[in-house]
């Protein structure tokens, strides 16, 4: 207000106080963004986000099975060093290979 009311005398203070305002809006529009990002993540659930996982973990054995050869290819792309599969009393144990070839 002081700066329309000066306005007639000096235009900067005018300048200034639009800029400032539109400093404020751009602030208060980034936290309600921040604000819909929290509010997102606090309505997952941790059994929401398995089930999700599982259902991609399906979709993923079903495409690598789907062609075994370039399963591989990508798995191998994926690995640095050889994996150790040891099957051992109806369990799977997997090791040996770190991710992340660069």
Same mark, same amino acid.
């Given at each position: 207000?002081?700066? +329309?009311?000066?306005? &007639? ?5 005018? +300048?200034?106080? @639009? !800029?400032?305002?539109?400093? !404020?809006? /751009?602030?208060? /529009?980034? !936290?309600?963004?921040?604000?819909? $990002? ?5 309505? @997952?659930? &941790? ?14 054995? #079903? =495409? ?5 050869? %370039?399963?591989? %290819?990508?798995?191998?792309? =994926?690995? +640095? #060093?050889?994996? @150790? $599969?040891?099957?051992?009393? #109806?369990?799977?144990?997997?090791? &040996?290979?770190?991710? &992340?070839?660069?």
């Amino acid at each position: 207000m002081r700066a +329309v009311a000066t306005a &007639g005398r000096e235009i900067p203070p005018l +300048v200034q106080a @639009l !800029e400032d305002n539109q400093q !404020e809006q /751009q602030r208060v /529009q980034a !936290e309600l963004r921040r604000f819909d $990002v929290v509010d997102v993540a606090r309505r @997952l659930s &941790g059994q929401a986000i398995e089930a999700e996982m599982r259902e991609s973990l399906v979709d993923w054995r #079903g =495409l690598l099975a789907a062609n075994v050869q %370039q399963a591989r %290819q990508a798995i191998s792309k =994926l690995l +640095v #060093g050889k994996l @150790l $599969v040891s099957p051992d009393a #109806g369990t799977v144990t997997i090791s &040996g290979a770190d991710f &992340g070839r660069s």
